[in-house]
């Protein structure tokens, strides 16, 4: 079984889908609202135990964060005896999650693997004493998606939820000296800062929260899909998806993901260079295209074999000793 406290989750249905698990997004009141955290978690907790017993699986792979979830799942495999691995997006690191530092140290420690995107995040979770292992992103082929039609020009998709770290205020910028291109913004609008959106210029269009079946669609209609942050050691899942579908990808340029998404374009988070990219982006369209499928089909292979391992994990046939994670040091 996968169990995601969250609405939608890419990474977790990517690894049920690998390993032919059932996925559970459990989530109740509204997606990352800190006032409702307290009320929601008892309730996803609650809903979580029950889904769990009813169930009985013998292994659980669980998102982090939030790590009250892998408590829950814990708890649940020490009564049933079974194994569960804790799979660590790079947001489980946030100073917000300071406070729960020695639990989720804990849970971690009880998993039979946790799951990292990079080298620098295993030494992280080693250092608690922990069992690691390095899968990166599949690239998985995915669904077609509802067929979304486009005017005629450029389009531009940027894959945000006006998360801090996303430098939103210069890509709109950047839009502004680049009228002939439509960029296209997604992400809940009620989370937008007062009047970004009405500010915004004339050849943007802010597309709300989308359907994944028309996001998928989006992706693929449109001829670049930008993804930055302003936060080292993050991985974009966006990024990811436009890989998979073969979209020529703009990412920032850290070098984790110049590692990731080798043969890309690379931008610092300046109005300047983010419309450079996309230019650049645009004229070597097809080059790009041709580089992403590329790209690819080297990291489905990779994956591949990470997957093997973990499953060898997850029914105990393989154990993973708390020491650097594979890839980090050899």
């Known amino acids: ?25 459990i989530h109740n009141l509204r997606f990352q609202s800190k006032a409702h955290a307290p009320a929601k978690y008892v309730l996803q907790a609650a809903r979580t135990i029950v889904v769990l017993f009813r169930a009985r699986p013998r292994a659980v792979h669980v998102q982090n964060p939030p790590c009250v979830c892998g408590f829950v799942v814990a708890l649940y495999c020490w009564f049933a005896g079974a194994r569960y691995v804790l799979d660590h997006h790079s947001a489980a690191f946030l100073p917000v999650w300071r406070w729960f530092g020695p639990l989720q140290r804990r849970v971690a420690r009880g998993a039979a693997t946790n799951i990292v995107t990079s080298t620098h995040w295993a030494d992280v979770v080693a250092g608690w004493g922990a069992p690691t292992l390095l899968m990166r992103d599949a690239f998985r082929e995915l669904p077609p998606g509802a067929p979304v039609a486009l005017d005629r020009g450029p389009h531009v998709l940027f894959v945000g939820s006006f998360a801090f770290d996303e430098p939103l205020d210069a890509v709109l910028v950047a839009a502004a000296d680049m009228p002939d291109v439509s960029f296209l913004v997604t992400g809940d609008t009620e989370r937008a800062p007062a009047g970004l959106i009405e500010a915004a210029p004339a050849n943007v269009r802010f597309t709300g929260f989308l359907p994944y079946e028309e996001y998928l669609g989006l992706l693929r209609a449109v001829d670049v899909v930008v993804a930055l942050t302003t936060r080292d050691h993050t991985l974009q899942g966006a990024g990811c998806e436009a890989i998979s579908v073969g979209t020529p990808l703009v990412t920032s340029t850290w070098p984790y993901l110049r590692e990731v998404f080798e043969g890309m374009v690379f931008v ?41 391992r973990l499953e060898r994990v997850m029914v105990g046939s393989e154990r993973i000793a708390p020491v650097m994670a594979e890839g980090a040091v050899g």
């Open 1 to 25: 079984m996968a169990i995601s406290w969250s609405p939608e989750s890419r990474r977790s249905r990517m690894f049920a889908r690998d390993l032919d698990a059932e996925l559970h997004c």
């Open 268 to 308: 610092g988070s300046s109005a300047p260079e983010i419309r450079r990219g996309i230019e650049d982006a645009l004229v070597r369209h097809d080059a790009l295209a041709a580089e992403a499928r590329d790209l690819r089909t080297r990291r489905r292979a990779q994956w591949n074999a990470q997957l093997e």
